[in-house]
């Protein structure tokens, strides 16, 4: 089975260019070069991106090599792929350090040393371009009545703000962004969004165009959940890879809260665990079903932050909602422990002298302390709203004074919502 096939199956694949060609090179001529771009709007990825960082991870271990490419020049201006209003324009400095930050991130999911993949950035041939020869020589291979019939235009052009002159320029910058990488690494493959299909196409028209050599798309399906919502959106806001904004315990209960009719999708798309496993989770249901979204969540987190994280997240979780024991016939190529473990690790904590629990602490107060909360007022519209928890038992009064009283094994328990813990410990 080619990659082409295992992505195929495990389901990333929406369509592609020139899919019995690119089966056989991908099968034949080991290794090929290919590429996602990343936008560095913002300093870090979410959960959705992880389709085609995933796709680059098994691209490499197929035997590929793959580059992810920080789209410093680009993020200058702009995709309005998938967009019905102009993004903000940043400053070369922000784009810059945001694409330091996102490096990082990737760099957990593949490979960048001995030559395997690249880690490349776009303003390097994009910042100091000269206008007129880029449009003499490769503007003049763009048909403008093409271009405004792809999807990622039209949106624009049907949208109250309409599609400005900047904009107008992404494709062709994202084009010669292709051309650039065939050109010095030989690369033949483009992957990424659906949004994406004509940008991709028009690299491989340019590629055709300029260099009379072959070159190839495939586009991933867009990922929703089971009830409509849009991957790797909460309540809350984005699930982040950085662990300084979700931190690995919020990032292990994103998972392990996934919808029973989404934990099979996810366990094909999210983990490296074989097929056939996942394909024996299909009619689980209860507390076996639960126990294989625990073991989504902990690969899932051992990808992005690593073992240790992912072991304390689910040490952390067995300690607040019960221990779990895996079976060894569940997934069994998961390294999740199979049996609880007995320390305490993962759940943010602080450590309070008893004293100072005697007169009292105002339950808000303690909220913003630790964290759990942004603002007193947010607080208080916390317990207000009914979201504030100690110990398990909601808080119904806005002045309740947390004090010695609720300690329990000499800690005590504070949740905010369904998933946002903080334990208070007490020294002397």
């Not at 093409?146 to 703000?161: F, G, H, P, Q, T």
């Amino acid at each position: 089975m080619n990659v082409l096939e295992t992505l195929r199956e495990r389901g990333f694949v929406e369509a592609t260019t020139h899919d019995e060609q690119l089966g056989r090179e991908l099968e034949e001529n080991a290794p090929v070069t290919c590429y996602v771009g990343f936008d560095p709007t913002g300093s870090s990825l979410h959960v959705g991106h992880l389709l085609p960082i995933m796709a680059l991870s098994h691209m490499q271990r197929a035997g590929h090599r793959p580059i992810a490419l920080v789209g410093g020049g680009t993020g200058l201006v702009g995709d309005p792929s998938g967009k019905t209003e102009m993004r903000q324009l940043l400053t070369l400095e922000m784009v810059q350090e945001n694409a330091n930050a996102i490096k990082g991130q990737l760099s957990r999911f593949i490979a960048f040393d001995e030559g395997n993949a690249e880690l490349l950035n776009n303003a390097d041939w994009l910042v100091d371009l000269r206008y007129i020869e880029f449009l003499r020589d490769i503007g003049r291979h763009f048909s403008v009545n093409r271009m405004i019939k792809a999807e990622s235009y039209r949106v624009r052009l049907d949208s109250e703000e309409g599609l400005n002159f900047i904009e107008f320029n992404y494709m062709l910058l994202q084009a010669y962004d292709f051309l650039k990488l065939y050109d010095s690494h030989g690369c033949r493959l483009q992957m990424g969004g659906s949004d994406q299909w004509g940008n991709i196409v028009a690299g491989i028209d340019l590629i055709r165009r300029m260099r009379q050599a072959e070159a190839y798309g495939l586009t991933f399906s867009l990922v929703t959940t089971s009830s409509g919502a849009k991957m790797g959106k909460t309540a809350q806001g984005a699930v982040w890879l950085d662990p300084g904004r979700t931190s690995p315990y919020e990032y292990y209960q994103y998972w392990v809260n996934t919808d029973d009719r989404d934990v099979v999708k996810f366990l094909f798309l999210f983990t490296f665990l074989p097929a056939e496993e996942i394909r024996a989770v299909q009619n689980l249901k209860d507390a076996d079903i639960n126990n294989a979204k625990a073991v989504l969540a902990y690969e899932a987190t051992c990808l992005a932050h690593g073992r240790r994280a992912a072991v304390n997240a689910f040490q952390a979780a067995s300690q607040m909602f019960g221990a779990r024991r895996i079976d060894e016939t569940l997934l069994p190529s998961s390294e999740i422990p199979r049996q609880p473990l007995d320390h305490d690790a993962g759940v943010p904590s602080s450590v309070f002298d008893k004293t100072d629990l005697d007169q009292g602490i105002p339950a808000f107060k303690l909220y913003q302390q630790v964290g759990l909360s942004d603002s007193a007022s947010a607080a208080r519209r916390l317990i207000k709203q009914g979201g504030a928890y100690i110990n398990g038992r909601r808080i119904d009064r806005q002045d309740y004074m947390v004090s010695a009283e609720d300690l329990e094994d000499n800690e005590i328990v504070l949740r905010a919502g369904k998933k946002k813990y903080h334990k208070i410990k007490i020294q002397g």
